[in-house]
């Protein structure tokens, strides 16, 4: 089953703790890419990846690293910097690059509670 | 910055209707388009991808079609069932340095059975 693999679904963070989402593609993809979800605010761009062994900030980095030393595997930790970390996450890859065929397939996403 | 609206933000309508979506988006340098659908608590799925170069894409009951130069899209959704009800969610892939999509807040979609 080709696809993207998120886990786990469901995540409870206690205040002041490093948590890290899981994210595996068997697509072949180069580019991986998470995104937040909140209420209301649509989604937006947390960290990307063109290519193993390198990555980019998007618009809301800050709180958040990433990895990406596999071409499978991109995991994403939430520090104890990001300040509001409830949020639905979600990993996507696409094939790369800017071109008119770059299709992004997403995962099932992680919920991520502060209890 | 590019940025990407989306009319309604939700819409009710009995089983049966055909229906349109609206994007707009604020610069016309991309290189496509997609259309996803959201399930409470679920990821997105892609419905329809259009190509910068391209005027619409067909799907079974969905058809898009796309104006680049006035910078919008529509989604039709004929003959609808209470199955589409979910959360469709329009999404631009653009040029000008930027990686990754940018996204609407989504539409609210719910069919009466």
């Known amino acids: 089953d080709g696809g993207i693999t998120q886990s786990p679904k469901y995540l409870f963070r206690k205040e002041g703790q490093n948590v890290t989402l899981s994210c595996e593609q068997n697509?072949?993809?180069?580019?991986m890419y998470w995104y937040r979800q909140d209420p209301g605010q649509g989604l937006r761009l947390i960290y990307y990846s063109q290519i193993v062994n390198d990555f980019q900030k998007g618009d809301i980095a800050e709180g958040y690293s990433v990895s990406r030393e596999k071409k499978e595997s991109f995991p994403l930790t939430v520090t104890s910097a990001q300040k509001n970390p409830t949020a639905f996450y979600l990993c996507a890859s696409s094939i790369g690059g800017q071109g008119e065929n770059t299709e992004a397939f997403f995962g099932q996403g992680t919920r991520l509670t502060v209890v | 910055k590019q940025e990407v609206t989306q009319i309604p933000a939700a819409l009710s309508v009995p089983e049966g209707e055909n229906l349109v979506l609206n994007c707009s988006f604020t610069?016309?340098?991309?290189?496509?388009l997609q259309w996803f659908r959201q399930d409470p608590g679920k990821g997105l799925t892609s419905l329809l991808l259009i190509q910068s170069s391209q005027r619409e894409q067909t799907s079974g009951r969905l058809n898009a079609s796309l104006d680049k130069s006035s910078g919008r899209s529509t989604l039709y959704i004929a003959a609808s069932q209470p199955g589409d009800s979910a959360t469709y969610l329009c999404?631009?892939?653009?040029?000008?340095?930027?990686?990754?999509?940018?996204f609407g807040k989504g539409t609210h979609l719910i069919i009466q059975p």
């Open positions: 697509l072949n993809h180069d580019a």
């Open positions: 999404a631009v892939l653009s040029g000008g340095g930027a990686d990754g999509l940018t």
């Open positions: 610069d016309s340098a991309i290189y496509n």
